[in-house]
């Protein structure tokens, strides 16, 4: 079984996100760059159907600029087989991504695609459920537990009501939330191994996808400053407060 | 010493001059520029590797922060720790590829000490006592059957290594170590002998043992012994003020038959061995010392800016300020020494012991600095134990001790340039050359020296640093210009004025030392402030600023030492120091 994983690069969850100046963006210059989170749980998860023999060959893939490399490096060390890179150096929003992936599906022919729920960064949550509709496959989200056995997934999926489990035919979409697992540590031996793991780079524009992107940022703002709260003696002044400022 | 010479990538390598130590090159005035400029870059495969290295090491060690000051209070690294350790692949950094190892240069192995230590000093010990001195040896002096037994083992961190010279009685003057190895008439060797504070002492199944053995061949040699062995056997961990958590035990030799394939290097040149080991692994140290420096860093900024007094940040007063350009100028100038030492290491250089000794020096200073400031800027949570201050403060006390004191490696770096200046005086050549057992190099070039006096005289005031330089920097160069001649005259003056008498003139070493410290860390400094400079970096504006800070504070230190050579109260130090030392205490009292 061969498991393709969608393993997106993000600012690190730890770096504190600034705007730049004119509005145009975030600052990612100098500052760290890392897997999002949810691919990291995805690709672990894949990494754990191979070591159950489920699985026997793991494909990370990205869509990005020429830089992403040594982002796949990372991912190959944490221990996929292969990584495909697909170069672009404009951002792309998710139907464009899914677009892409599908192609990568029509030349990987994978049995299972295991992507984040959502990226950190755009925080979209669209991905994998476009991916699934285009490749006409069933979809199981915001997976918390999932189970292979011969051609079908049973897979829990974290949803507002609690949890629910679901059976899908493979091939099929998955994508991932945050109690699936916890991502293994990279050891240095493993840095030096994913050098020579085979990594493969296709210009976007050679994939013939058409741009699905609709959306056209304008401008880009910090949240506005929590303004420093003040403390009140008992609920009396509480009220009184409320009712001089016109909030009740 | 024979060091195989790795293949070295880096531009800066192509001019260099192998041969030449930049450091002993000052005692004559000169300014090796080849040696030094342009600053040295990580080599293309380390380089790609270590980010993902340092990533990988914060992932590993960032969650264990609250596990690593409970194993410092508990003075130990419990085995599930070393477990992890191993598996993370830390006991095979320096190892070669085939055996196992990762196969990093001295320069990435160094950075990855940085990134541990900046964790924990104890992490840095336990894989650094293993890596830069406890198996150094078997690479640089194991035969192919040595390695090939051994390496693959200590690579996967199976077994862990340590190296055993200190005793009780042979601290620094470790060539008179009393753990003595007979050869028997079938070759083999009996070992008998108590080592102490050794690190890994009690983790380790691989030791080097220096032993003394009187033997034709010279007075010690180095085994590598196994812990298995009968007779060998550890004291119990030592409770210690700093790197609690890391391993330090005595080590037992009793009636332990060691094999005669077990003799590492040649018999009789155990002194040799220990030295060309510890003279390799200083990167190791140094760079520990940095990556300490930055955590400190980090945490005074964050410290400084967020606590308030006098209604504003102390962020914003001078003399917290000033504590952190200061800490900011000792990184950024023990980390172009430390790592210009790599680099003359990894590109086969053959004499580069005394630049290797003033990066440990400057470097384990620097971190002491450091640690002391950045308490400082935390006041009363400084002294709390809840906080990181005072272990860094206790880890970081021992830098200036192990690994050769720091008063050891001043009079090292002192000798070691006037000795090849007094072997060029011809006269003087049996003066200070048996000081440290190392044969006088360098005999028949009375030419050279002639020569080389020649051009002190005039070379004075005139470009030694021929490459073309940012104004800023070509200033800072004319310091090291001015100096470095200085430093020539001195040395030549001392030993005219001393002769073989300069060996018990260990105010003038220092002085002499201080002066090729702060040459050869400042020539350091320029140099990576101008490749920054070339390379357009970000941070080349605060380079700039750094080298010219550096040099002038550097410069008055230089000026101060110059003038204590024919100025000074020695002698009234000297009697000072008899007086109290006769009575044991100081006399006086204000009843
Ligand atoms: C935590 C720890 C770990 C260690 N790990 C190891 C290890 O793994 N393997 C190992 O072999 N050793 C190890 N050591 C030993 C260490 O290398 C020695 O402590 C060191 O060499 C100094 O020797 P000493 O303590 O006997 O001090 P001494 O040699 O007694 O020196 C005491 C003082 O006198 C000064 N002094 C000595 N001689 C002179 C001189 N000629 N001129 C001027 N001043 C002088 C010294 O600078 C020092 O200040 C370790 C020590 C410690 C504390
Ligand atoms: C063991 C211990 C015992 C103590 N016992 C007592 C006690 O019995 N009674 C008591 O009242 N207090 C006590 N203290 C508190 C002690 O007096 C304070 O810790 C001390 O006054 C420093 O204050 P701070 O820790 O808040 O540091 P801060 O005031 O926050 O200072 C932090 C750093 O900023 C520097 N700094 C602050 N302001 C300026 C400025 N304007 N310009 C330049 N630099 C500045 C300081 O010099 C310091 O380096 C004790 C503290 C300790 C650790």
């Known amino acids: 079984m061969k498991i393709l994983v969608g393993y997106k690069r993000v600012v690190d969850y730890n770096v504190r996100i600034q705007v730049k100046p004119d509005g145009s963006g975030v600052v990612t210059e100098g500052v760290k760059l890392s897997a999002n989170p949810f691919d990291e749980i995805a690709l672990e998860e894949a990494l754990r159907l191979r070591e159950k023999g489920i699985a026997t060959d793991v494909v990370v893939a990205t869509i990005g600029p020429a830089d992403c ?150 401008a880009y703002a910090a949240p506005p400053k929590r303004s420093k709260g003040v403390m009140v003696k008992d609920v009396a002044e509480l009220v009184a407060l409320l009712k001089t400022k016109g909030l009740v | 010493m024979e060091t195989p010479a790795i293949p070295a990538v880096s531009a800066a390598a192509d001019t260099l001059r192998r041969d030449l130590s930049v450091a002993k090159n000052l005692f004559f005035g000169e300014i090796v520029e080849e040696n030094l400029f342009p600053y040295p870059k990580m080599r293309e495969r380390d380089r790609d590797m270590l980010g993902a290295m340092v990533d990988a090491l914060d992932d590993f060690l960032a969650p264990k922060h609250a596990d690593l000051a409970h194993y410092d209070r508990n003075a130990e690294q419990p085995p599930e720790f070393i477990q992890a350790l191993r598996d993370m692949g830390l006991f095979g950094l320096i190892i070669p590829e085939e055996f196992g190892g990762l196969g990093l240069s001295n320069a990435a192995y160094a950075r990855v000490l940085a990134q541990t230590s900046s964790h924990d000093s104890s992490v840095s010990l336990t894989i650094g006592a293993h890596s830069s001195i406890g198996m150094k040896g078997l690479l640089l002096f194991g035969s192919d059957a040595q390695k ?82 009968q007779g060998v056997s550890h004291g119990p961990h030592e409770d210690k003020m700093g790197i609690r958590a890391s391993s330090t035990t005595t080590v037992a030799f009793s009636d332990v038959r060691v094999a005669a394939e077990n003799v590492l290097g040649e018999v009789g040149k155990g002194f040799k061995v220990a030295m060309a080991i510890l003279n390799n692994g200083r990167t190791g140290l140094g760079g520990g010392a940095v990556g300490g420096m930055k955590t400190l860093i980090r945490l005074a900024c964050a410290q400084a800016k967020d606590r308030k007094q006098f209604g504003r940040p102390i962020a914003e007063f001078g003399l917290v300020r000033e504590k952190i350009a200061q800490m900011s100028i000792d990184c950024f100038a023990a980390e172009s020494a430390v790592w210009m030492v790599a680099h003359y290491i990894d590109s086969g250089c053959t004499d580069y012991s005394t630049e290797a000794a003033i990066s440990k020096v400057f470097a384990s200073e620097a971190v002491q600095r450091a640690s002391y400031e950045a308490l400082q800027i935390a006041g009363g949570n400084g002294f709390m134990r809840e906080f990181p201050y005072e272990q860094i403060t206790r880890d970081t006390r021992i830098l200036s001790i192990f690994e050769g004191t720091n008063e050891i490696l001043r009079l090292y770096i002192a000798l070691s340039g006037l000795k090849d200046v007094g072997a060029n005086l011809g006269e003087l050549k049996s003066a200070v050359g048996n000081i440290f057992n190392d044969p006088i190099k360098g005999f028949g070039v009375l030419s050279t020296y002639v020569r080389r006096k020649a051009s002190e005289t005039t070379g004075y005031g005139t470009d030694k640093i021929l490459r073309e330089l940012h104004p800023s920097l070509r200033k800072a160069a004319a310091t090291y210009e001015k100096y470095v001649v200085e430093l020539s005259k001195a040395a030549d003056g001392l030993l005219r004025q001393f ?77 000072l120091a008899s007086a109290v030392l006769e009575k044991g205490a100081v006399g006086w009292d204000v009843i």
């Open chain 1, 69 to 218: 490399q040594a982002h796949l490096r990372n991912g190959l060390a944490m221990g996929a087989n292969r990584a495909i890179h697909v170069v672009t150096s404009e951002a792309i929003q998710p139907l464009t991504a899914a677009r892409t992936l599908l192609k990568l599906i029509e030349k990987e022919q994978p049995d299972l695609v295991i992507l984040g729920k959502q990226a950190i960064d755009d925080d979209c949550n669209q991905t994998g459920q476009m991916l699934a509709a285009l490749w006409n496959r069933p979809q199981a989200t915001f997976a918390s537990k999932v189970e292979i056995s011969g051609s079908t997934a049973k897979v829990t999926r974290e949803v507002d009501a609690g949890l629910e489990t679901i059976e899908i035919d493979l091939p099929a979409v998955i994508t991932t939330d945050l109690r699936l697992n916890e991502p293994r540590f990279t050891k240095l031996p493993d840095i030096m191994k994913a050098k020579s793991k085979p990594l493969e780079s296709i210009p976007l524009e050679s994939l013939g996808v058409e741009s699905g992107d609709s959306l056209k940022t304008t």
């Open chain 2, 148 to 229: 090939a037994r051994y390496l693959p083992r200590l690579a996967s961190g199976e077994i862990i290594a340590a190296f055993c010279l200190t005793e009780s009685g042979a601290g620094s003057d470790a060539a008179s170590v009393r753990t003595k190895a007979t050869r028997g008439d079938d070759g083999s060797w009996l070992l008998n002998g108590e080592k102490i504070w050794i690190t890994n002492g009690g983790i380790a199944g691989f030791y080097t043992v220096f032993a003394k053995t009187d033997t034709p061949e010279g007075k010690m040699t180095a085994f590598i012994v196994e812990a298995g062995q």
């Open chain 2, 499 to 575: 002769g073989k008498a300069i060996a018990d003139q260990q105010h003038a070493q220092k002085r002499i030392a201080d002066m090729a410290i702060d040459l050869f860390v400042g020539l350091c400094v320029l140099s990576r402030a101008d490749s920054l400079v070339r390379e357009n970096h970000a941070e080349q504006h605060n380079a700039i600023g750094i080298a010219e800070i550096f040099t002038r504070q550097a410069r008055r230190r230089l000026m101060r030492n110059v003038r204590g050579m024919t100025i000074n109260e020695d002698k009234a130090i000297e009697a």
